[in-house]
């Protein structure tokens, strides 16, 4: 049986969201989550993570945000008009490599790091990025140093498959993912710094995609270690205001609670302890 990693994105992004990742830890039916520190409510959520009792070992990460309806920590050159961060599209832009400013990006991500040790009082096991951004060219460099700085012996995350040839059937996020990992890959390990040797977990969140067919297709050909990345949750009012994606969290919660889970992963060969 190959161990892989299962990890709930965006713990304390609304308290639906907390509590249904909590339920799945208690169960034994994921093994990592990732936690936004910017998002309001976090201290309270995080403290009642600490005390969540689960029958598996699980990574607590720090889920890097520098886009959507929230106010940076620390960076204020960062933040639009309306003091949030600014939308996914002005940080993928192609040109936007020129125009971020790197020490506000190492200084916000450094911000974040801080926020999360005070709160579980220690550096994050692993950290990742809300919605990529730490694979992005003009973030990817300022991201890397401050994890190197604050939480040197975490792993960061990338989202290339194990090999070239699983892209062969992929559709055109998880390519541009693959593309985008590749050069944070070679970044990551001039910093030192280990990352996932695999990913899987990226689809076009549609709603008539059936979870349980994708979720089996995630664990085809995923090495010991890889990671599939989810978004399970219950949709409250707090969701709807702070992010587009709300019902898929509660068909993804749904499979990950049921039997059908534990039958997909022994088809696959793989587990979570």
Request: proline share 6%.
């Amino acid at each position: 049986m190959k161990r892989i990693v299962v990890c709930a994105d965006d713990y304390a992004l609304a308290p639906g969201v907390s509590k249904a990742i909590r339920a799945l830890i208690e169960q034994g039916r994921l093994n990592a989550t990732s936690v936004m520190t910017v998002a309001p409510g976090f201290a309270t959520e995080a403290a009642v993570l600490t005390m969540t009792e689960a029958p598996l070992r699980f990574e607590t990460g720090l889920h890097v945000t520098l886009t959507g309806p929230f106010r940076p920590l620390a960076a204020a050159a960062l933040a639009g008009e309306n003091g949030n961060f600014p939308p996914l599209a002005k940080l993928l832009n192609p040109l936007a490599r020129f125009r971020i400013d790197r020490r506000a990006i190492e200084t916000e991500v450094g911000a974040q790091l801080r926020a999360f040790t005070d709160a579980f009082g220690r550096p994050p096991d692993f950290v990742d990025g809300h919605q990529h951004v730490q694979l992005f060219p003009g973030v990817r460099e300022g991201f890397l140093a401050a994890v190197a700085r604050f939480a040197p012996k975490a792993w960061v995350r990338q989202c290339g498959p194990v090999n070239w040839r699983a892209l062969v059937s992929a559709d055109n996020k998880t390519r541009l993912l693959a593309l985008l990992s590749a050069g944070f890959r070679r970044r990551a390990g001039r910093a030192g710094l280990r990352f996932n040797p695999a990913f899987a977990g990226a689809y076009d969140f549609s709603a008539d995609a059936d979870f349980a067919t994708l979720f089996a297709r995630f664990l085809d050909q995923l090495p010991a270690d890889g990671l599939v990345m989810c978004h399970p949750g219950f949709v409250d009012a707090e969701l709807k205001e702070r992010d587009p994606l709300t019902d898929r969290r509660e068909v993804e919660y749904a499979f990950f609670a049921s039997d059908q889970f534990r039958q997909v992963l022994a088809r696959a060969g793989a587990t979570l302890s």
